[in-house]
DNA sequence: GTAAACCCTCAAGTTCACTTGAGGTCAAGG
DNA sequence: CCTTGACCTCAAGTGAACTTGAGGGTTTAC
């Protein structure tokens, strides 16, 4: 019912004063003000700062997700439904990232330690990862199969070979 | 068999000259010179870079991934068995990340939208993820169920409350 | 009504992971 | 030999995400 003064929110939500300010600067939050000047937070602030450090965790920039939360509505405290649409856009990404997880820990040793580490082909390797969709509807990034072998994009000869070849390991 | 001049190294890792110049100062990668002073690297560099770039998708910091390669021997190749011990260490990073994205794709919506979100004590929320562990044996980080309503550690008054009443939610 | 605790702005600083630029050297092909 | 492209060092710059500090106003609890 009352707004929370920004020591408050900080407290409750684990983010220093300073962040909180620095966050509103760019505007992934809002307040009102007291007659003298002190910002007064609505309590929805709460949920969007843990938005905030949440979708951090999963790797997404403070842009990417000044986008995200661009999708509640502006003039109303956001409903459960809000929220829901939300966080159902993280879907595409967070299936990404968990596959890319699991092929990593799965195949982990055998790529390294074989050679099928191809470097710009493998799954494994590949970045560009988080940080893209979110604001711009689903975008499955990666997700390819494990090259094993398989041509090059351009043709490039390829970087399994070079990685597999030569003393880059020995046989113990 | 022969060293590689680093635009060579730069072309098949994908990563820049000048990182990987940054990468040697602050020795993740090594190199011989050649009699003129420029650098030779021998072929596992191509390892390396590629664990350094994995790893960094993982989350972890340079720092973290100096004293991971700090496993490898120093005065030999690296063989297969090194490599294998190398990644291994990184399973339980591995398996809590997964754990916590898996979590966070799960309970998301129920989550955010709810007001379970507890902040402080929602292991969704929980940072201090990655970074640690890796050099120093195994520590599984969050892993702890989902509060519900029990204790806040040091007695103050649980965020979940906090989250769920008030207007920070408008029911539709 | 006043002191302590809290809050304000604005500028500058910090860490991480690099990149860029200036000014110059090295090496491989013709 | 000589040119051209790759390489060298060192210092400074970049962007993201904050923090720190100076100097000063506001709120609240007694």
Chains 1, 2 share one sequence.
Do not use: H
């Not at 799965?106 to 050679?115: E, F, P, T």
């Amino acid at each position: 019912m009352e707004p929370l003064p920004i020591g408050q929110v900080a407290d409750r939500t684990g983010v220093a004063v300073s962040a909180l300010r620095f966050y509103e600067q760019q505007g992934l939050i809002r307040s009102e003000r007291t007659g003298g000047g002190q910002r007064r937070y609505p309590r929805d602030v709460l949920r969007r700062v843990a938005f905030v450090k949440i979708a951090q965790q999963v790797g997404l920039s403070l842009d990417a997700i000044r986008s995200a939360l661009a999708g509640l509505p502006d003039d109303r405290t956001p409903t459960r439904a809000d929220w829901t649409r939300l966080s159902a856009s993280w879907r595409p990404l967070l299936d990404q990232r968990i596959g890319t997880l699991l092929r990593l820990r799965d195949d982990l040793d055998s790529c390294i330690g074989c050679g099928c580490l191809s470097l710009k082909a493998c799954a494994l390797y590949n970045p560009g990862d988080a940080a893209a969709s979110l604001g711009d509807g689903a975008r499955y990034l990666v997700g390819d199969e494990r090259p094993a072998g398989a041509a090059t994009p351009s043709g490039a000869p390829s970087d399994a070979r070079d990685i597999d070849s030569g003393p880059g390991i020995r046989s113990p």
